[in-house]
C-alpha cells in the first residue's frame, strides 16, 4: 500500500522515540512510502527550528527519504477546503503519488476524512490497522 506521511509525522519519528517512530518504520518496511519535494522542504524547516536538529541529521533524514520512496508532484494545487496552503500542497502530493492512506496528526486535516480514494487517518488508527485493531476505536 502506498502511504504518505505528514511533515510533523516523520520529524516526530527522527526526533522522538514512540508511535511516530514505529508508524514510519512500519511505512518503510511493509509499505511504499510516498514523499514530495515540499514534504522535504517542510521537513528540513521544522527539524532545524522545532527541533534543533544538526545539519547532518538533517540531511541524512532527507537523503534516507530520497531511497526507495514514490516522488510525487505538489502541483497544481487541489480544490480542498483547508486554510493553510501548506496542507493543501501535502494532501496534493499524497494524491498525485498514488497514496491510498495519508497519515497526519493535523486536526484540520483529519476533519476532511477523505479525498478522492485518499483516507486521511491519524498515526495512532494506522497502527490499529496495521495491528488489527480498528473495530476498537480510538
Do not use: Y
Not at 505528514?6 to 508511535?19: C, F, K, Q, W, Y
Amino acid at each position: 500500500m502506498r502511504v504518505f506521511l505528514d511533515t510533523n509525522v516523520i520529524a516526530s519519528a527522527t526526533a522522538t522515540r514512540g508511535l511516530c517512530a514505529d508508524v514510519l518504520r512500519t511505512v518503510i518496511e511493509f509499505h511504499e512510502l510516498v514523499v514530495s519535494e515540499h514534504l522535504l522542504g517542510e521537513l528540513q524547516r521544522i527539524l532545524k527550528d522545532k527541533f534543533g536538529s544538526s545539519p547532518d541529521l538533517v540531511d541524512d533524514v532527507v537523503q534516507l527519504l530520497h531511497q526507495d520512496t514514490v516522488m510525487a508532484a505538489s502541483q497544481p494545487l487541489l480544490n480542498v477546503a483547508l486554510k493553510d496552503v501548506d496542507d493543501i500542497a501535502i494532501i496534493t502530493s499524497a494524491v498525485n503519488g498514488g497514496a491510498e492512506l495519508l497519515v497526519t496528526g493535523d486536526k484540520e486535516m483529519l476533519t476532511l476524512k477523505r479525498v478522492g480514494t485518499l483516507d486521511i487517518i491519524t498515526p495512532r488508527q494506522f497502527w490499529e490497522r496495521e495491528r488489527g485493531l480498528s473495530g476498537r476505536g480510538e
